[in-house]
């Protein structure tokens, strides 16, 4: 089955929130003091999240990704991770991480099911990246991603915000891990889902980091794969790994949306920075696999045909990256 929205955007990924605490403080995501506890109430259980994903998947859905805050802190992700896994029609089950636990996680996750790994990392430098977690081990992740490999994954997807005058500089080392360590890149756009002062002064267009890139680099334009979503992809001519840019701030990104979201509480949204959002809660408690479907169901049709965080004012409420899932 085909799920399609008003405007004729086929929508088949679903990106999972389990849990928004984390291990890290990302300045770009969260607060120092990290995220206002829930209650433990609020977060939904194993068992709840696997009804939606079954949901979901019924009506359409082919990929999940997996996702946080941090997915790895929360006990039980692996068993949790086997019972999605084994969801009939789910074709591709992925998950994202900021590294820190893969290099003793991974065997577990490749042997729960997991596909592919993204991991989060925007800077190669100890101090830089440290400055950016506030207090992340580097090494930590990079035996992380070692281990990843060694457990059977395809070298993970990185995914760096760039950030100008942070990170910025960084932006060919990191071109240079799709030959040399053969991973594919993501460059993404720094949002301002903290609605901070003067965000765009960390702003780098898309254009520009591809400008930079391919003012060192030849390159060529690669096919997508079916579930990509909206990043322009490409390939330094001879490397393994490719090179993608989401523009999801200056550019044609909502377009080509392709997902929507549920938070660890339950909250389902068809775009990130809308504050249209469906409580999944009073169809879980007791469960109602037919409302919750037609729940989700709306959330598609009614997925807004863009968003306007680049313009003065714009009106999302104020939350954390964590909160949602990034
Ligand atoms: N903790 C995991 C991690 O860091 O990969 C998963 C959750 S994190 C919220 C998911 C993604 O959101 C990360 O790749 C992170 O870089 C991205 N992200 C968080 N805040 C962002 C922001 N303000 N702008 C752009 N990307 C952001
Ligand atoms: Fe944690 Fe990921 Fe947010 Fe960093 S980006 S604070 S690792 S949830």
């Given at each position: 089955?085909?799920?399609?929205?008003?405007?004729?955007?086929?929508?088949?990924?679903?990106?999972?929130?389990?849990?928004?605490?984390?291990?890290?403080r990302c300045s770009y995501c969260?607060?120092?003091?990290?995220?206002?506890?829930?209650?433990?109430?609020?977060?939904?259980?194993?068992?709840?999240?696997?009804?939606?994903?079954?949901?979901?998947?019924?009506?359409?859905?082919?990929?999940?990704?997996?996702?946080?805050?941090?997915?790895?802190?929360?006990?039980?992700?692996?068993?949790?991770l086997f019972r999605l896994s084994?969801?009939?029609?789910?074709?591709?089950?992925?998950?994202?991480?900021?590294?820190?636990?893969?290099?003793?996680?991974?065997?577990?996750?490749?042997?729960?099911?997991?596909?592919?790994?993204?991991?989060?990392?925007?800077?190669?430098?100890?101090?830089?990246?440290?400055?950016?977690?506030?207090?992340?081990?580097?090494?930590?992740?990079?035996?992380?991603?070692?281990?990843?490999?060694?457990?059977?994954?395809?070298?993970?997807?990185?995914?760096?915000?760039?950030?100008?005058?942070?990170?910025?500089?960084?932006?060919?080392?990191?071109?240079?891990?799709?030959?040399?360590?053969?991973?594919?890149?993501?460059?993404?756009?720094?949002?301002?889902?903290?609605?901070?002062?003067?965000?765009?002064?960390?702003?780098?267009?898309?254009?520009?980091?591809?400008?930079?890139?391919?003012?060192?680099?030849?390159?060529?334009?690669?096919?997508?794969?079916?579930?990509?979503?909206?990043?322009?992809?490409?390939?330094?001519?001879?490397?393994?790994?490719?090179?993608?840019?989401?523009?999801?701030?200056?550019?044609?990104?909502?377009?080509?949306?392709?997902?929507?979201?549920?938070?660890?509480?339950?909250?389902?949204?068809?775009?990130?920075?809308?504050?249209?959002?469906?409580?999944?809660?009073?169809?879980?408690?007791?469960?109602?696999?037919?409302?919750?479907?037609?729940?989700?169901?709306?959330?598609?049709?009614?997925?807004?045909?863009?968003?306007?965080i680049t313009c003065d004012g714009?009106?999302?409420?104020?939350?954390?990256?964590?909160?949602?899932?990034?």
């Amino acid at each position: 089955m085909q799920l399609t929205d008003s405007l004729g955007r086929t929508i088949n990924y679903l990106r999972l929130s389990v849990t928004d605490r984390c291990n890290m403080r990302c300045s770009y995501c969260m607060p120092a003091e990290g995220v206002a506890d829930q209650g433990h109430d609020a977060v939904l259980r194993y068992e709840e999240l696997l009804l939606i994903a079954e949901a979901a998947v019924g009506l359409g859905i082919e990929k999940i990704r997996i996702t946080g805050g941090e997915p790895l802190v929360r006990a039980g992700i692996v068993d949790f991770l086997f019972r999605l896994s084994r969801i009939d029609g789910l074709r591709h089950l992925a998950l994202t991480t900021n590294g820190l636990l893969l290099e003793r996680m991974a065997a577990d996750l490749h042997a729960a099911g997991v596909q592919r790994l993204n991991v989060s990392l925007d800077s190669l430098n100890r101090e830089t990246f440290g400055a950016i977690t506030r207090g992340g081990d580097l090494d930590a992740v990079l035996r992380g991603l070692d281990a990843a490999e060694r457990a059977g994954f395809p070298p993970p997807k990185i995914n760096m915000v760039v950030m100008a005058g942070v990170n910025d500089g960084e932006i060919l080392d990191f071109a240079e891990l799709t030959r040399n360590r053969g991973n594919s890149v993501r460059f993404i756009e720094y949002m301002p889902v903290i609605k901070d002062e003067g965000w765009q002064r960390y702003s780098i267009p898309g254009e520009e980091i591809l400008r930079r890139i391919a003012a060192r680099y030849p390159l060529e334009h690669v096919c997508k794969g079916a579930y990509a979503g909206p990043s322009r992809d490409f390939r330094i001519q001879g490397a393994q790994g490719t090179l993608g840019i989401i523009t999801a701030v200056s550019g044609h990104f909502c377009e080509e949306c392709n997902r929507i979201r549920v938070t660890s509480t339950g909250q389902a949204k068809g775009c990130l920075f809308s504050d249209d959002t469906a409580d999944l809660k009073p169809y879980l408690r007791p469960p109602d696999p037919v409302q919750l479907a037609q729940v989700l169901k709306a959330i598609v049709t009614a997925k807004p045909e863009g968003h306007h965080i680049t313009c003065d004012g714009y009106g999302h409420k104020n939350f954390t990256m964590a909160q949602i899932g990034g």
